[in-house]
C-alpha cells in the first residue's frame, strides 16, 4: 500500500541556518513525488516536484529510490519559510495524490 | 481568475444529516478532486473526475459520492453523517486527468457534525 511519512510534526531553525524536512515513502510502483506548502491563511500551493529539478525559493529535494525518502532542503532558512509542508505522491499514470501528515517550520529570527 | 472556488466555506450539521460541498474549478481546469483533511492529518483522497468521469475513489464508505457537471464544476455528497466526518474537506482542479500534475488548491469547506 502506498504510505508517506513525515516523522517530524514540529521543526525550529534559527534564521540563516539549514533546514531538512524529511519524507520517507512506500509505493509498489514507480512514483511522482512533490511537495506542497502551506502558509498562514493561504491555501495549499505546489512547492516542487521531483520530476521538475528545479529550485523553488532555495528548496530542493532529491528522489533517493534506494532509500525511498524524498526529503526537502534548503541551505539558509528565512523567516518567510515558516509553513506548514506536505510531502506527497502520486503514480505515474493518475491523479490521485497520498499526503503525509505534515511538518510545521518555523524559522527563529 | 479568482482559483479554485469552494462553498460553503464554514457548516455545521447534526449525526444523521445530509451534506453537499460544491467546488469551480480554475478556467479551463477539466478535473476535480476531493480531499478530507483531518485536524492534525494531511489530506485524504476522496474521488478524482475528468471530463465528467469518476477516475479514481480513495478508501472512503458509500456515504460519500461526488459528480462533475458540464460546466466542470463539483459536488461532494455525504449521507448519514458522522461525528467522524468532522473535517476540512479541499477541493483541487487541475489541466491534466490521467497524468500527476499540479493540483490547485480551493480554501475548503469546514464541517462540523455534532
Known amino acids: 500500500a502506498q504510505r508517506v511519512t513525515q516523522p517530524e510534526k514540529l521543526l525550529s531553525v534559527f534564521k540563516g541556518a539549514p533546514v531538512e524536512l524529511k519524507c520517507n515513502y512506500s509505493?509498489?510502483?514507480?512514483?511522482?513525488l512533490f511537495w506542497y506548502v502551506q502558509y498562514s491563511r493561504q491555501r495549499l500551493q505546489l512547492l516542487l516536484r521531483h520530476i521538475s529539478r528545479e529550485s523553488i525559493k532555495g528548496f530542493t529535494a532529491d528522489l533517493n529510490k534506494g532509500e525511498t525518502s524524498f526529503h526537502l532542503k534548503k541551505p539558509f532558512a528565512q523567516e518567510e519559510d515558516s509553513a506548514m509542508y506536505y510531502c506527497a505522491l502520486s503514480a505515474l499514470t493518475g491523479n490521485q495524490f497520498y499526503f503525509g501528515t505534515g511538518t510545521s517550520l518555523t524559522v527563529i529570527p | 481568475d479568482a482559483g479554485v472556488t469552494q462553498s460553503p466555506t464554514h457548516l455545521i450539521k447534526t449525526r444523521g444529516q445530509h451534506v453537499t460541498l460544491r467546488c469551480s474549478p480554475i478556467s479551463g481546469h477539466k478535473s476535480v478532486s476531493w480531499y478530507q483533511q483531518v485536524l492534525g492529518q494531511g489530506p485524504q483522497f476522496i474521488f478524482q473526475y475528468y471530463e465528467k468521469e469518476e477516475r479514481g475513489r480513495g478508501n472512503f464508505p458509500d456515504r460519500f459520492s461526488a459528480r462533475q457537471f458540464p460546466n466542470y464544476s463539483s459536488e461532494l455528497n455525504v449521507n448519514a453523517l458522522l461525528l467522524g466526518d468532522s473535517a476540512l474537506y479541499l477541493c483541487?482542479?487541475?489541466?491534466?486527468?490521467?497524468?500527476?500534475?499540479?493540483?490547485?488548491f480551493g480554501e475548503g469547506s469546514r464541517l462540523t457534525v455534532l
Open positions: 509505493y509498489s510502483g514507480s512514483p511522482e
Open positions: 483541487a482542479s487541475s489541466l491534466q486527468g490521467r497524468d500527476p500534475g499540479e493540483l490547485f
